[in-house]
């Protein structure tokens, strides 16, 4: 009896890799994928840090809002209002101050300061300062004091408009746009309203 023994495997006659032109392809695609990927981990990223220097800004008001409702001071002291000062002039900086009385309404003076300036992370900065923000919008305002004093939580929404006197305009809703230093289109809003209402979102106007 002949045994015939069948191999284990068989090869194939002609083994083939990837050419050099798939090859390419081939990391021309993950090329393309890595850098659509980077690039919006790289928008997510700013876009975060937008946002997180535009709830800083409303925070300062908050926390002013809530430090002039919970002041003590000694006769009428208490009755002066704490305020944040927005300049178009330095837009990367604003004031924290304590109005001394000396002009009615109130609203922010020289050497009325009562803390360092607040500045805003260098890569983004104020690019509109707004007033009636509730009917149609006026961005052509030079500055915007928002103050608070007791007994209760309204705003006091003061503000010049460009080029203006120094005068007593006030607003009842204001918006204070900060966006990119090197892309102004990409930008979120602090929006006040006079009954003491603080908001942060998108600029939908």
């Not at 993950?30 to 919006?40: A, F, K, N, Q, W």
């Not at 360092?116 to 983004?124: E, M, V, Y």
């Not at 509109?128 to 500055?143: F, K, P, Q, S």
Request: proline share 4%; glycine share 8%.
């Amino acid at each position: 009896m002949k045994l015939t023994f069948l191999p284990c495997c068989t090869k194939s006659k002609r083994q083939r890799g990837f050419t050099l032109v798939e090859m390419l392809i081939t990391l021309a695609i993950i090329g393309l994928v890595v850098g659509m990927m980077l690039l919006r981990h790289g928008a997510f990223n700013s876009a975060t840090l937008l946002k997180n220097q535009a709830f800083e800004v409303a925070l300062d008001i908050r926390e002013t809002q809530v430090y002039a409702v919970s002041v003590r001071g000694n006769n009428a002291d208490f009755r002066e209002e704490y305020g944040l000062h927005f300049n178009m002039s330095n837009p990367q900086e604003y004031v924290f101050f304590l109005d001394n009385g000396s002009v009615t309404p109130p609203r922010y003076n020289s050497g009325e300061e009562i803390d360092p300036l607040r500045l805003l992370d260098s890569r983004f900065e104020i690019v509109d300062l707004c007033v009636d923000v509730t009917t149609t919008a006026n961005c052509d305002v030079d500055w915007l004091d928002v103050s608070f004093g007791r007994p209760n939580f309204d705003a006091g929404l003061r503000y010049r408009p460009e080029g203006g006197p120094t005068g007593n305009n006030t607003t009842k809703a204001a918006r204070i746009d900060i966006a990119a230093t090197n892309d102004t289109s990409f930008m979120r809003s602090i929006y006040i309203t006079s009954t003491g209402q603080i908001n942060v979102g998108y600029n939908e106007s």
